[in-house]
């Protein structure tokens, strides 16, 4: 029996053209600049602040993650074509499928990102699957993609060991492969699959711990809750997140870790921080890993009168994105660039259709979204304006 995986699991686990190159500069050094000239959500002038301003500054332009077997990152905003490998591509006649674990929108934002720059290259998509949430659809459906001979598959396999035998059928036939966030068992760079595009799951975890410490001013008791599932994007940020903590902002202690499970996280994640609330009564922040556990926090918060509580999290989501507008416990979250994933992983499907070498993992730089860059930031992630109960909060 295969395993349901919520949308709010996959959605928020953090799996993701001129524009990517684009938002690597102007745009994003508005957002940059910001971060780095205001002072922040409830801190005043000073060393740690002013760390934390310096570090967000440098995360939201570079990488610093390495990949899931040690690959060193480069940046995907360097991952360009010529005009004459352009012409090259499209003389291919080269299709493309897409293969999706779910139809959530992380996913639909780097559908409609690989599409767009598909459209530019002359690569003709021929399938958008579906895994609906379970293992064995997701493998079903390459199976099935196969069928249509397409040229390249780009895909996030959320089991790696349950898809790898039939990603050995992929790769025998010849099919170039981009895998999002991680390669299947055994996968060979150079042989079985083109690259790997992903996020910077450290760097995410470390911008998170940095916004933190700028809403606290560098000081107070913190709770850390984190998945006790092993999985690699998550784990990543956990582990950037108390080591940035602890070694960088000596004010501020960890008092407090407490794993959950799932796939009730909001609920989980409420009832541990009740706990954490009413054992420590001087407690001033708490992180989660995505927003789905941190919407728990809120709750939590809300229930013990405690609206004083500073959180931080990843991924943009509507609720920790209402909050933070608001200027409710939300202080400040770590965003991905979804989108422009989607384009740079048709551009390594590119560079492996023309049978050159691409890098083994490429990341795109995080946002720092604040209070007043809440729907810029969303925008840049999802390359389309914020929901209307967003852009409604932005406005009271």
Same mark, same amino acid.
């Given at each position: 029996?295969?395993?349901?995986?919520?949308?709010?699991?996959?959605?928020? #686990?953090?799996?993701?053209?001129?524009?990517? +190159?684009?938002?690597?500069?102007?745009?994003?050094?508005?957002?940059?600049?910001?971060?780095?000239?205001?002072? *922040?959500?409830?801190?005043?002038?000073?060393?740690?602040?002013?760390?934390?301003?310096?570090?967000?500054?440098?995360?939201?332009?570079?990488?610093?993650?390495?990949?899931?077997?040690?690959?060193?990152?480069?940046?995907?905003?360097?991952?360009?074509?010529?005009?004459?490998?352009?012409?090259?591509?499209?003389?291919?006649?080269?299709?493309?499928?897409?293969?999706?674990?779910?139809?959530?929108?992380?996913?639909?934002?780097?559908?409609? *990102?690989?599409?767009?720059?598909?459209?530019?290259?002359?690569?003709?998509?021929?399938?958008?699957?579906?895994?609906?949430?379970?293992?064995?659809?997701?493998?079903?459906?390459?199976?099935?993609?196969?069928?249509?001979?397409?040229?390249?598959?780009?895909?996030? @396999?959320?089991?790696?060991?349950?898809?790898?035998?039939?990603?050995?059928?992929?790769?025998?036939?010849?099919?170039?492969?981009?895998?999002?966030?991680?390669?299947?068992? *055994?996968?060979?760079?150079?042989?079985?699959?083109?690259?790997?595009?992903?996020?910077?799951?450290?760097?995410?975890?470390?911008?998170?711990?940095?916004?933190?410490?700028?809403?606290?001013?560098? @000081?107070?008791?913190?709770?850390?809750?984190?998945? $006790?599932? !092993?999985?690699?994007?998550?784990?990543?940020?956990?582990?950037?997140?108390?080591?940035?903590?602890?070694?960088?902002?000596?004010?501020?202690?960890?008092?407090?870790?407490?794993?959950?499970?799932?796939?009730?996280?909001?609920?989980?994640?409420? +009832?541990?921080?009740?706990?954490?609330?009413? #054992?420590?009564?001087?407690?001033?922040?708490?992180?989660?890993?995505?927003?789905?556990?941190?919407?728990?926090?809120?709750?939590?918060?809300?229930?013990?009168?405690? %609206?004083?509580?500073? %959180?931080?999290?990843?991924?943009?989501?509507?609720?920790?994105?209402?909050? %933070?507008? !608001?200027? *409710?416990?939300?202080?400040?979250?770590?965003?991905?660039?979804?989108?422009?994933?989607?384009?740079?992983?048709?551009?390594?499907? +590119?560079?492996?259709?023309?049978?050159?070498?691409?890098?083994?993992?490429?990341?795109?730089?995080?946002?720092?979204?604040?209070?007043?860059?809440?729907?810029?930031?969303? $925008?840049?992630?999802?390359?389309?304006?914020?929901? !209307?109960?967003?852009?409604?909060?932005?406005?009271?």
């Amino acid at each position: 029996m295969s395993r349901k995986i919520t949308r709010r699991e996959f959605a928020r #686990r953090g799996m993701a053209a001129a524009g990517l +190159a684009a938002l690597g500069g102007a745009v994003g050094n508005g957002l940059v600049a910001r971060a780095a000239g205001r002072e *922040g959500v409830g801190v005043g002038a000073g060393g740690a602040a002013n760390h934390a301003r310096a570090a967000i500054a440098r995360l939201t332009k570079t990488t610093i993650g390495k990949g899931p077997n040690g690959e060193t990152a480069s940046l995907a905003t360097s991952i360009v074509l010529t005009p004459q490998e352009v012409a090259r591509v499209k003389a291919l006649g080269a299709t493309a499928a897409i293969c999706m674990y779910a139809r959530i929108g992380w996913t639909t934002a780097q559908v409609a *990102g690989l599409q767009s720059e598909f459209a530019r290259l002359g690569v003709k998509v021929v399938a958008v699957t579906n895994g609906e949430g379970a293992v064995d659809k997701q493998v079903s459906d390459v199976e099935t993609v196969l069928a249509l001979k397409p040229s390249a598959i780009v895909t996030v @396999q959320a089991d790696p060991r349950a898809a790898a035998p039939v990603f050995r059928r992929v790769a025998a036939q010849g099919i170039k492969t981009v895998f999002i966030g991680a390669a299947t068992d *055994g996968a060979v760079h150079g042989k079985d699959y083109v690259g790997i595009v992903d996020s910077d799951e450290y760097g995410y975890g470390a911008l998170s711990a940095h916004l933190l410490a700028l809403a606290l001013n560098g @000081q107070g008791k913190i709770g850390l809750l984190f998945w $006790q599932t !092993q999985f690699f994007n998550t784990d990543q940020r956990t582990a950037a997140f108390r080591r940035t903590i602890r070694t960088e902002y000596p004010g501020i202690t960890i008092v407090a870790e407490k794993g959950f499970v799932g796939p009730n996280f909001a609920d989980e994640c409420q +009832a541990a921080t009740s706990a954490l609330l009413t #054992r420590y009564a001087d407690l001033v922040g708490v992180w989660t890993p995505w927003d789905a556990p941190g919407e728990g926090v809120l709750a939590a918060a809300r229930t013990a009168g405690r %609206l004083d509580l500073a %959180l931080t999290t990843c991924d943009l989501g509507e609720n920790v994105a209402i909050s %933070l507008l !608001q200027g *409710g416990v939300v202080k400040g979250i770590a965003a991905q660039r979804v989108f422009d994933m989607g384009v740079a992983e048709a551009r390594v499907a +590119a560079l492996g259709l023309l049978g050159k070498p691409a890098p083994a993992y490429a990341t795109v730089p995080n946002l720092a979204v604040m209070r007043d860059n809440v729907l810029q930031s969303w $925008q840049i992630d999802y390359h389309q304006p914020a929901p !209307q109960v967003v852009q409604a909060a932005a406005k009271r």
